[in-house]
């Protein structure tokens, strides 16, 4: 009994540790957005400070379009979500239900992609947006990410548990393949379509590199994109660029706080089985 309590003692005090570990880089970011700029550059470092200021969200809203950049983070990242699921699912669904010639060379290329870093096709697909006058566009910045290998396969894999009586039933019932699809299999992928959207919203959200790329003037660029302007060669303002990544950052916290049950059944779900 001394044992059990001992051992159950040891692993909470050892959680409570790695939960502090993990949360104090971000309590460390939302104290300094309120510090002067003084207070954060001083050495040795400080987490308090004697005096706190909204100055650093102000400089941010009066700096850069702190709004536009918003909006377009909203468009660009939602658009993604709203297309990618859509897509993803059809092309998961196909993989994992439908038999057809060349189904597991196609998935194996589509899971190949996966192992590319989106350095080596950058330059191609910044000539191809040219080329169809899609740069600095909503429109250029959705396409090229309305389908993923790791959403696919996120989906496949939840596919894949269902089991095969729905679809043989279906078919019975005179059901074609994509009734199958919209009627009984989507309404039973819920979780793992949450969990795949939370997923591709995060991931494009925080992007930085893409929106660069394919956006030219300062008006398309979306948040991460535009709080990398307050950072210049020889100046760093920490204060706004801290204040910055906190509003950045709280929409998808209070996304996560809502969401976490399903994406935690969801990702549980769409591993049972391969």
């Known amino acids: 009994m001394k044992t059990s309590m001992i051992r159950e003692v040891l692993s909470k005090i050892f959680l409570i540790f790695l939960l502090l570990i993990i949360i104090f880089p971000f309590f460390w970011l939302l104290v300094s957005s309120f510090k002067n700029e003084k207070d954060i550059i001083t050495y040795p470092p400080a987490i308090l400070a004697l005096t706190y200021t909204f100055d650093n969200y102000v400089k941010?809203?009066?700096?850069?379009?702190?709004?536009?950049?918003?909006?377009?983070?909203?468009?660009?990242?939602?658009?993604?979500?709203?297309?990618?699921?859509?897509?993803?699912?059809?092309?998961?669904?196909?993989?994992?239900?439908?038999?057809?010639?060349?189904?597991?060379?196609?998935?194996f290329f589509v899971l190949l992609t996966m192992m590319m870093p989106f350095q080596i096709f950058m330059i191609p697909l910044f000539m191809q947006m040219n080329k169809l006058n899609l740069l600095d566009t909503y429109a250029g910045l959705i396409l090229p990410r309305m389908a993923s290998a790791s959403g696919i396969f996120l989906m496949r894999s939840f596919f894949v548990t269902l089991p095969k009586d729905?679809?043989?039933?279906?078919?019975?019932?005179?059901?074609?393949?994509?009734?199958?699809?919209?009627?009984?299999?989507?309404?039973?992928?819920?979780?793992?379509?949450?969990?795949?959207?939370?997923?591709?919203?995060?991931?494009?959200?925080?992007?930085?590199?893409?929106?660069?790329?394919?956006?030219?003037?300062?008006?398309?660029?979306?948040?991460?994109?535009?709080?990398?302007?307050?950072?210049?060669?020889?100046?760093?303002?920490?204060?706004?660029?801290?204040?910055?990544?906190?509003?950045?950052?709280?929409?998808?916290?209070?996304?996560?706080?809502f969401m976490q049950k399903y994406f935690v059944q969801g990702a549980i779900m769409s591993g049972l089985k391969e």
């Open 60 to 107: 941010v809203r009066t700096t850069i379009p702190l709004m536009a950049y918003l909006k377009n983070t909203v468009i660009f990242a939602g658009g993604v979500v709203l297309t990618s699921s859509l897509i993803n699912s059809l092309a998961a669904y196909a993989f994992a239900r439908i038999k057809f010639k060349g189904r597991n060379i196609f998935f």
């Open 166 to 257: 729905l679809e043989e039933s279906a078919r019975i019932d005179g059901l074609n393949e994509l009734q199958i699809f919209s009627k009984i299999m989507l309404p039973l992928c819920k979780p793992a379509i949450l969990t795949m959207s939370i997923l591709t919203l995060m991931t494009n959200w925080k992007d930085l590199l893409y929106p660069l790329l394919l956006t030219n003037s300062t008006n398309m660029r979306t948040l991460a994109a535009g709080l990398a302007l307050l950072v210049g060669q020889n100046i760093f303002a920490y204060g706004p660029v801290m204040a910055g990544t906190i509003i950045s950052i709280l929409p998808l916290i209070i996304l996560y706080a």
